[in-house]
């Protein structure tokens, strides 16, 4: 009886223990904290790249949405957080004509922070690799050198797509 | 002095009508009610069709977003309710090789109440179509016609993307 209680008692204290771990942020990306709750956070404009075959939704914080649906883009005003999300295509079964999201790729982010990060353009660059958001910490040059093309931008590729006014 | 005071006057109310007219809600759709403040819903999906040059956003409300989340899509629970935004494609002026949102073309929603709405297959049925949100209402067999290939899941194209569950 004595084991059998034991044997309950670390199956319990197993339990416990993985719900703490899947709570648990991912580590730092560039010394970057994870943005908790990003999955939640509103639609700024979606892309499908057919160079490396991905479809994405950009994402952004409260301030991010705020300076998109009003144009306010050129510079994003600090402590805007735009997050991309990819992910691979793959083919909607009862409607062969479209693309949908398949397999989860990573999460990237830039954070707006003109002093902080005045030696990275005044943008903090992040990602968190798959459906587990493994930190990627091979250097923020990876990030800025793709985004070159549109350091007049601001560094952002992304246009806000159009949306109703309307309440 | 007088006319200038009535003049001054009537700018003041053109002013204030024009607000309230932009403040107002779209009128309804299939009987349907505008559904506020849906710009700001959280993803579900992406899509891209390439039959009639679309990309789409495809949000839902607090308790869609839940379902989605955790799987409980078939059926959908009562209250959920889910958007899709469509917008013409275009190119990304900056990498080629990315179609991006252009033209707004319309926002569609399905409202499920498997009571309220038990003649439509659970769900109403509701689109505004463009930046100015005209209501659509040439009859919801206009949806479900082209719907009815998902009818075993009930009615819905959309699998909901993948998303890390970390915080």
């Not at 899947?22 to 979606?46: C, F, M």
Request: aromatic share 10%; with cysteine; glycine share 6%.
């Amino acid at each position: 009886m004595k084991i059998r209680k034991l044997m309950i008692s670390v199956l319990i204290m197993s339990a416990t223990s993985i719900t703490i771990a899947s709570d648990k942020s991912p580590e730092q990306s560039h010394g970057i904290s994870y943005p908790t709750g990003w999955q939640n956070w509103s639609t700024i404009a979606v892309s499908h790249r057919t160079d490396n075959n991905t479809l994405r939704v950009i994402l952004g914080n409260e301030v991010a949405v705020k300076a998109a649906r009003s144009g306010q883009t050129n510079p994003w005003p600090d402590d805007a957080v735009l997050g991309k999300v990819v992910w691979k295509d793959t083919q909607l079964e009862n409607w062969k004509a479209a693309t949908v999201p398949g397999k989860f790729v990573h999460a990237e982010f830039m954070f707006k922070d003109s002093k902080k990060y005045s030696e990275t353009y005044g943008w903090g660059w992040a990602r968190w690799v798959g459906l587990d958001q493994k930190p990627f910490n091979k250097g923020t040059q990876v990030c800025t050198s793709c985004h070159t093309p549109v350091k007049n931008r601001d560094w952002v590729f992304t246009d806000p797509a159009a949306f109703p006014k309307l309440k």
